[in-house]
């Protein structure tokens, strides 16, 4: 007679991970934006997690004021990343239109066969920005799913051509991740806009530019 299986080895099996849910943010979910907010600052500003910025940055990543703000702006839409079961908010991004940036200027590069010269406007092109995965929920492909989500959307809905985005130079690893989903660096720099908040001198972004 076989035996039923004891309880150790119902014990050594792997839990089963929950499904993760993204969405464009609703006014609704200012009934959660304290965790929003803790998830945000914990992603930038705690010691774990392989996207955190305390090291480098002083200061929260955004005052939950100007969080409250980002959560129904109508123009550059952020989106939410939820455990499924528990409606837990697990990561944040968000969609910023280019061409309300005064200072940003239209894209120019200069081709491999001169005089060729690939140029962008403004209004095709689309910042990602406000990305963060709560440090305790990393390694579930919640990035990347916020990540294609949201491009997604600017390229459907926005009608976007070129994405952006602005990586703190040292951190090399998120520039890898960055790369591996097929953002480009051509060695663009931009400094950092407030000396007084960063640790080291010399501080400044990567620009990494993806085709949508």
Avoid at 57 to 85: C, M, Q, T
Wanted: glycine fraction near 6%; charged fraction near 25%; include cysteine.
């Amino acid at each position: 007679m076989t035996s039923s299986p004891s309880a150790s080895s119902h014990s050594s099996r792997p839990e089963k991970k929950t499904t993760v849910t993204v969405r464009r943010a609703i006014a609704e979910d200012i009934s959660q934006i304290d965790l929003i907010h803790s998830v945000i600052n914990r992603a930038y500003r705690s010691e774990g997690g392989w996207t955190t910025e305390a090291h480098l940055i002083r200061d929260e990543r955004i005052p939950i004021d100007e969080l409250k703000e980002v959560l129904v702006d109508k123009i550059n839409p952020l989106f939410l990343a939820f455990d499924s079961e528990s409606g837990q908010p697990l990561g944040t991004i968000q969609l910023e239109a280019v061409e309300h940036f005064p200072d940003f200027g239209v894209y120019t590069k200069d081709g491999y066969v001169s005089p060729y010269t690939e140029r962008l406007p403004k209004e095709q092109q689309v910042f990602l920005g406000l990305f963060s995965v709560d440090p305790t929920q990393q390694s579930r492909g919640i990035g990347r799913k916020l990540v294609e989500t949201s491009l997604k959307y600017a390229k459907e809905q926005m009608n976007r051509t070129q994405c952006v985005v602005y990586v703190l130079y040292m951190r090399e690893e998120l520039i890898r991740w960055y790369k591996k989903l097929g953002f480009v660096d051509y060695g663009e720099r931009v400094p950092f806009p407030d000396n007084s908040r960063t640790k080291q001198e010399d501080t400044y972004f990567s620009v990494l530019r993806l085709a949508l």
